[in-house]
């Protein structure tokens, strides 16, 4: 029994040696940047983002035309708000309403830069309208902040790389690398005829940029537990976007002599299977880089399982949410309360975790439901996204200039569950990735698409700076 114990004790002690050896280790992957001079944006830029505002460019749906006098109306602003911009660079109108301007520079031998950002926006719930501090497309400017539809979400990031571009031709700056400005019309109803369409013009020109960078990161605020510094997320990749949608066709009947097996409650079954048989947590890639740029700057026993996923696997991917996840959103069936309905729906919407595919997702539907229930796709469909590197030359300077203008800020590689237009750019450029400074917290994450979106003038001076900055930069 004696030699049992110290056999225990010696693995116990062979464990912990490993944990503690991988934890000191695991070092700061945050690099040094020289700081970064702020420059001076006048008032007019609150103003120029609240004009924007006023535009209601609203996608309702992937099949629903265009508001062409609101799109139009809010292309001639963009030409009579920054002159500078529409006199010295191209712009090309592409499937009517998406945007692409060109910056030529002088160096055809550098790889170019693309910058990112939509020019629509969602809808507003009307029943809302009573929570909202201002109407929703006043764009209205109080002492802190510019409120309305499209200030997070994305009119914010496309108005301010706008005013960066001008501020910079009034300074008689000349790019030697050549900077494309690529603004989608149907981000929100996933981009196949704004950004998707961008991206084909630009391959079929032989453009391979150095990076893309779009909407879809940001700097989080209090949302990493035990790290009080901001963090800022720069997501390497997005996770697919697919919906099933689930059919029960039975005969029906009279609801005093149901039958043993009821449309509905087979409905409602397979709903629960999935729910209770969802698809497996997994380390892939980008998780593992966002491991090891966190994990040095967590605190000593969250950094040791960050260090040691071996054996936290678990509790850390669930944290993440790194697996595919399930979400039922829509459910039809029924036409009185005494009848039993011959069909019943239900819409199964999947975030698809890289490694993953609409296909496999299909096929584990149909090994968990029943075979009597009809597994159909709907709506649209996308494969999760390649990943990006967090080792290249593009990353780090995208890193020193985050860390030139913010030096308290962690810097992170990540993966994004929503859908951002970059999805379509990988084809074009090396590496493609997702942030601008929105600053986010518990409290503001819940205005995209939501109520009261608004954003600081403090934030959007800072995203007015990363746009400069980053351009100067590149």
Do not use: C
């Not at 970064?36 to 120029?48: E, G, I, M, P, R």
């Not at 708000?81 to 520079?105: D, M, Q, R, V």
């Not at 779009?214 to 537990?225: F, H, K, Q, S, T």
């Not at 901001?230 to 005093?256: C, D, Q, W, Y």
């Amino acid at each position: 029994m004696k030699k049992f114990f110290l056999g225990l004790l010696f693995v116990l002690l062979v464990i912990v040696g490993i944990l503690l050896f991988n934890t000191f280790r695991m070092s700061s992957k945050q690099v040094e940047a020289e700081p970064l001079a702020k420059v001076d944006f006048s008032d007019q830029v609150y103003q120029n983002l609240s004009k924007a505002i006023t535009y209601q460019t609203i996608s309702l749906s992937e099949d629903a035309i265009p508001d062409s006098a609101a799109f139009f109306g809010f292309h001639r602003f963009l030409e009579e708000t920054f002159p500078l911009t529409h006199a010295n660079l191209s712009l090309e109108k592409i499937n009517t309403y998406s945007l692409l301007y060109k910056w030529e520079g002088s160096d055809p031998s550098k790889k170019p830069l693309i910058m990112m950002s939509h020019q629509d926006v969602v809808p507003v719930d009307q029943p809302t309208l009573g929570a909202w501090e201002a109407a929703p497309f006043e764009g209205k400017i109080t002492d802190t902040h510019i409120i309305g539809r499209g200030t997070m979400d994305d009119k914010g990031t496309l108005i301010a790389v706008l005013e960066a571009v001008e501020k910079l031709l009034s300074e008689n700056y000349k790019p030697t690398r050549t900077l494309y400005i690529a603004s989608g019309h149907d981000e929100e109803v996933g981009g196949g005829k704004g950004a998707a369409e961008i991206a084909a013009h630009l391959k079929a020109q032989g453009v391979q940029a150095a990076m893309a960078i779009d909407e879809g990161g940001y700097l989080a605020e209090g949302l990493v537990p035990g790290v009080n510094a901001p963090v800022a997320i720069i997501n390497l990749a997005e996770k697919g976007f697919a919906s099933f949608r689930l059919i029960v066709e039975t005969n029906g009947g009279h609801s005093s002599a149901p039958p043993r097996e009821n449309t509905i409650g087979m409905l409602a079954q397979a709903i629960v299977d999935l729910e209770n048989n969802q698809l497996p947590y997994k380390l892939v890639k980008p998780i593992d880089s966002q491991l090891e740029y966190m994990g040095p700057e967590l605190p000593f026993f969250t950094r040791m399982a960050f260090a040691n996923p071996w054996l936290f696997k678990k509790q850390i991917l669930e944290g993440l949410n790194a697996h595919t996840t399930t979400a039922p959103t829509i459910i039809d069936g029924g036409v009185k309360n005494n009848v039993i309905p011959t069909v019943a729906e239900a819409t199964i919407n999947f975030r698809i975790l890289p490694g993953e595919t609409i296909e496999s997702v299909k096929a584990h539907i149909e090994s968990v439901i029943s075979e009597k229930v009809r597994v159909e796709p709907v709506g649209f469909l996308t494969n999760p996204s390649p990943v990006s590197s967090a080792d290249s030359e593009s990353y780090q300077r995208l890193q020193r200039t985050i860390r030139g203008l913010y030096p308290d800020v962690i810097v992170v590689p990540g993966l994004v569950g929503g859908g951002t237009d970059a999805r379509y750019f990988y084809e074009i450029a090396e590496d493609v990735y997702r942030f601008y400074p929105m600053r986010l917290n518990s409290e503001s994450m819940s205005r995209f698409h939501g109520i009261d979106e608004k954003i600081s003038k403090e934030n959007y001076q800072e995203i007015l700076q990363f746009s400069y900055q980053l351009i100067r930069n590149f």
